[in-house]
């Protein structure tokens, strides 16, 4: 069927009959075989539980991007609070491999129950924390990535085993369109609440009662479908390899590779945009004498509340019409899917800098370029989540999905803020004007457009390859090995 050859990481998969099932292992060291796993238990799962499934997850991925994006919200206490996010953003990086690891081999559905359990907990707990204990803060907000990072690298899985296909693609279409939703929000609540109350604390404690109830409905509805469901229609059965032959098999899937830096990129921009947008408003417009400076709490929330709403319309939009061109491109144009990322990415750079130009006269213009940018980077949220799903077999996509939020954090959105912020710092490090203050981080953001070019081209490297990569996943997770040559 394809002009290619196994590559040498491959095995010819072995298979264990029982009844009617088949067990495959791949990715091994050639002619080193172990003894099979006894089969699990396969359950069939109905279309409606599934799709309610699906609507958990939307549910819970929308409480944990509205709490993540809640501190960014604030403006006065911006240097105490982002750096409790930094902290959030390292333990995130961290614990995401060790989920990974355990969402390949062990009950998914109970991960992240206990995941997120520990985020209602810690989010809760982290509210009542004054100022004067500010580290106690930072501790409790490092311990809520426990949550985020066992939620975040498996629930797309379970997607994944649920649904192929177009249908797949429409649910994590679904799921991922409240990231944006969820981080505008998040904005949105994080500064009325804030500021209805006058203390930043409140903001916080909203969410882990949301999350309380999805927990619950996580609890009860969700099932924990066999690996790889979806593609072998229970018919296939796939053994576990070890952790370091799962790192291989990924760094060699050039596909994962280049696709995982251009979703650093984005992360890049996504972090920087996310926290320094609306401070880089309020000083446009303090430079142009539209607002006086903020010397006092409660400062002036309008851009969080405009930034916000942007937010969660352009990413519908964005989410909404990059499924809808995929969907319709993907047969005809088989990498398709990189191709579309990569103009969303050069095409969002010139936006960004027609924005960043334009904030020193006329506030309203950044604002409509800044969101044409944010639809041109929202319409790879889905697309590249599903091509993570069918470019690695089942039994290693929690390992991939953690890879590449380790990679992506630590690259992206867990330094742009502070890379943002620090060359700014040192550009108004001897004038500490209000005018200064707006053209230094104003010349920082310049860094913005030329990453998100270099964004465009990882995503057209990841087009030259996708097609060879996805055939193998297909044909490996089916049992076809013998296609591959």
């Not at 009542?128 to 949550?147: C, D, E, I, M, P």
């Not at 593609?231 to 070890?242: D, I, K, P, V, Y």
């Not at 942007?310 to 047969?331: A, F, Y």
């Not at 550009?427 to 990453?451: A, D, G, I, M």
Request: aromatic share 12%.
């Amino acid at each position: 069927v394809c002009n290619y050859t196994v590559p040498v990481f491959y095995t010819v998969p072995v298979f264990q009959t029982h009844q009617s099932s088949a067990s495959t292992r791949y990715g091994s060291v050639a002619d080193s075989i172990s003894a099979p796993e006894p089969e699990e238990t396969t359950t069939v799962i109905s279309s409606e539980r599934a799709y309610v499934t699906v609507a958990i997850l939307c549910y819970v991925n929308l409480i944990n991007y509205m709490d993540r994006y809640t501190i960014a919200g604030e403006t006065l206490s911006a240097l105490l609070l982002k750096t409790a996010y930094m902290l959030f953003i390292c333990s995130f990086i961290v614990l995401a491999p060790i989920f990974g690891y355990l969402g390949d081999r062990y009950n998914r559905k109970l991960i992240m129950i206990g995941g997120l359990t520990v985020w209602v907990a810690m989010t809760l707990t982290s509210s009542f924390v004054t100022k004067s204990y500010f580290w106690l803060l930072v501790l409790f907000r490092a311990l809520v990535g426990t949550g985020e990072a066992s939620y975040s690298t498996i629930a797309p899985t379970i997607i994944g085993d649920l649904f192929s296909g177009t249908k797949r693609t429409i649910m994590i279409s679904a799921f991922y369109i409240f990231i944006p939703v969820g981080s505008g929000l998040g904005y949105i609540i994080g500064s009325y609440v804030a500021s209805a109350t006058g203390d930043w604390r409140w903001a916080l404690r909203l969410n882990p009662i949301l999350g309380s109830f999805g927990l619950l409905l996580l609890a009860v509805f969700c099932p924990n479908p066999s690996r790889g469901a979806s593609e072998a229609h229970g018919g296939n059965r796939m053994q576990h390899t070890s952790y370091l032959e799962d790192i291989k098999y990924l760094l060699k899937n050039k596909s994962f590779v280049w696709s995982s830096l251009g979703v650093t990129a984005m992360a890049f921009l996504t972090g920087a945009l996310a926290f320094w947008t609306p401070i880089f408003l309020d000083r446009a417009q303090i430079n142009q004498g539209i607002q006086p400076p903020c010397t006092a709490e409660p400062c002036n929330t309008t851009n969080s509340y405009v930034f916000g709403g942007l937010t969660v319309v352009t990413g519908i939009l964005g989410v909404s019409l990059g499924s809808t061109i995929s969907r319709r491109l993907r047969d005809r144009v088989p990498n398709a899917d990189p191709l579309i990322c990569a103009v969303g990415m050069l095409s969002s750079a010139p936006c960004f800098f027609a924005a960043i130009i334009l904030a020193s006269t006329s506030v309203p213009a950044t604002y409509v370029f800044i969101g044409i940018g944010e639809i041109l980077i929202s319409l790879n949220w889905s697309i590249l989540a599903d091509i993570l799903l069918y470019v690695v077999v089942p039994t290693r996509r929690a390992t991939a999905e953690a890879l590449q939020i380790m990679v992506c954090h630590l690259l992206g959105d867990a330094g742009s803020p502070y890379l943002i912020g620090t060359i700014s710092d040192a550009l108004r490090s001897q004038l500490n004007t209000h005018e200064w203050k707006f053209r230094s981080l104003e010349y920082s953001f310049l860094l913005c457009p030329f990453v998100g070019v270099l964004g465009g081209l990882f995503f057209l490297m990841t087009a030259v390859y996708i097609t060879k990569d996805r055939k193998e996943a297909e044909l490996l997770a089916t049992g076809r090995y013998h296609q591959l040559t």
